[in-house]
């Protein structure tokens, strides 16, 4: 079956979305929507025979159907999430699922009465390396986890280039390292969160420089989280991730700071991407084409790892705790 999809928010996720969905096979890319309807009108003729819409209000007045992909800025999912569920509309948002807790539940009770999907962009759930790491715990091989510790650190260049001053930090970077664990804790939840930030250097620019926190989980386990948006600008990662488990049976570890691909000329030298969006013979590849690939497969009732709403509130909802520590020194208990 065919499906027709349109992308609301035209920016550098929205972009990237409508070109893969443009391209993907049994999908037809019907429409890009952005308020720059300018912004709109050039993603959409990149992608063929797209429209383009100023709003999510002309796009649902005018088009049918069978899925949405909201790019828009964190805090404005809320408005166009509960209009095209409304419309009885297949929902697919790009992390995290809002920047409040209200916002996120409202989302979810806005699919779940219109009987519609929601899934969420947590494209690390579809890296081989975490996936496989993933099956190793399903499997037993690692036994209890005892401790795991995330790292997702970046230079300033990247990140605070394109987000700074509108959302913390820790929703834009660590949210994808909490996904990640809660998803291979599952059974677990957090029980407490401690965490300290700094703001030397990009704090003028209304973010944070790096956020460390630690969490424990209801049977024991002890996660550190540790995220930075302060590498220099020469730094040889554009981003140096890392994630380590150590169980009772076994361990594992993630590393995900080398590309594999390094490239230099008289003027510049820079760290390439091939993991997560590289665009290879005009085409966006990477963990980000097959989450969108998985995405139109879960809409036809395939089993694949796409986050749910629900997924996605606890992920917020620890990432707010940790924003809440951070501020306010305090050691914040969860449910």
């Given at each position: 079956?065919?499906?027709?999809?349109?992308?609301?928010?035209?920016?550098?996720?929205?972009?990237?979305?409508?070109?893969?969905?443009?391209?993907?096979?049994?999908?037809?890319?019907?429409?890009?929507?952005?308020?720059?309807?300018?912004?709109?009108?050039?993603?959409?003729?990149?992608?063929?025979?797209?429209?383009?819409?100023?709003?999510?209000?002309?796009?649902?007045?005018?088009?049918?159907?069978?899925?949405?992909?909201?790019?828009?800025?964190?805090?404005?999912?809320?408005?166009?999430?509960?209009?095209?569920?409304?419309?009885?509309?297949?929902?697919?948002?790009?992390?995290?699922?809002?920047?409040?807790?209200?916002?996120?539940?409202?989302?979810?009770?806005?699919?779940?009465?219109?009987?519609?999907?929601?899934?969420?962009?947590?494209?690390?759930?579809?890296?081989?390396?975490?996936?496989?790491?993933?099956?190793?715990?399903?499997?037993?091989?690692?036994?209890?986890?005892?401790?795991?510790?995330?790292?997702?650190?970046?230079?300033?260049?990247?990140?605070?280039?394109?987000?700074?001053?509108?959302?913390?930090?820790?929703?834009?970077?660590?949210?994808?390292?909490?996904?990640?664990?809660?998803?291979?804790?599952?059974?677990?939840?957090?029980?407490?969160?401690?965490?300290?930030?700094?703001?030397?250097?990009?704090?003028?620019?209304?973010?944070?420089?790096?956020?460390?926190?630690?969490?424990?989980?209801?049977?024991?386990?002890?996660?550190?989280?540790?995220?930075?948006?302060?590498?220099?600008?020469?730094?040889?990662?554009?981003?140096?991730?890392?994630?380590?488990?150590?169980?009772?049976?076994?361990?594992?570890?993630?590393?995900?700071?080398?590309?594999?691909?390094?490239?230099?000329?008289?003027?510049?030298?820079?760290?390439?991407?091939?993991?997560?969006?590289?665009?290879?013979?005009?085409?966006?590849?990477?963990?980000?084409?097959?989450?969108?690939?998985?995405?139109?497969?879960?809409?036809?009732?395939?089993?694949?790892?796409?986050?749910?709403?629900?997924?996605?509130?606890?992920?917020?909802?620890?990432t707010l705790a940790m924003i809440r520590s951070a501020e306010t020194g305090e050691v914040v208990r969860l449910g």
């Amino acid at each position: 079956m065919t499906r027709r999809v349109a992308v609301i928010g035209a920016g550098f996720m929205g972009s990237m979305h409508a070109s893969i969905f443009s391209s993907a096979p049994n999908c037809n890319l019907a429409a890009v929507v952005d308020p720059n309807v300018e912004l709109a009108r050039a993603a959409a003729a990149r992608c063929g025979n797209a429209k383009a819409y100023a709003s999510h209000d002309e796009l649902l007045a005018a088009e049918k159907l069978d899925l949405v992909s909201i790019c828009t800025p964190d805090n404005l999912h809320r408005a166009p999430a509960e209009a095209v569920a409304a419309n009885g509309v297949n929902l697919f948002i790009e992390k995290p699922i809002a920047s409040t807790v209200d916002d996120a539940k409202a989302i979810i009770a806005a699919a779940r009465g219109a009987g519609v999907k929601l899934g969420v962009g947590y494209l690390l759930r579809f890296d081989p390396r975490y996936a496989r790491a993933k099956e190793l715990i399903d499997e037993g091989r690692i036994g209890a986890p005892i401790h795991l510790y995330a790292r997702r650190n970046s230079a300033r260049t990247e990140g605070p280039k394109r987000y700074a001053g509108k959302l913390p930090l820790a929703l834009h970077v660590t949210v994808h390292d909490v996904d990640l664990v809660l998803w291979m804790l599952s059974g677990q939840h957090p029980v407490s969160v401690y965490a300290q930030q700094t703001d030397r250097l990009l704090g003028p620019t209304g973010t944070q420089d790096s956020i460390a926190a630690i969490a424990r989980f209801s049977d024991g386990t002890v996660v550190n989280f540790e995220s930075a948006w302060s590498l220099p600008s020469g730094a040889r990662h554009m981003i140096d991730a890392r994630l380590e488990l150590i169980g009772t049976e076994g361990s594992f570890e993630v590393q995900c700071g080398d590309s594999g691909l390094y490239f230099a000329d008289n003027d510049r030298s820079q760290e390439m991407d091939t993991q997560h969006w590289p665009t290879l013979a005009g085409r966006v590849g990477g963990d980000l084409r097959q989450q969108l690939l998985a995405v139109l497969e879960w809409l036809e009732g395939a089993d694949r790892p796409v986050a749910s709403g629900e997924d996605a509130l606890r992920s917020l909802e620890l990432t707010l705790a940790m924003i809440r520590s951070a501020e306010t020194g305090e050691v914040v208990r969860l449910g």
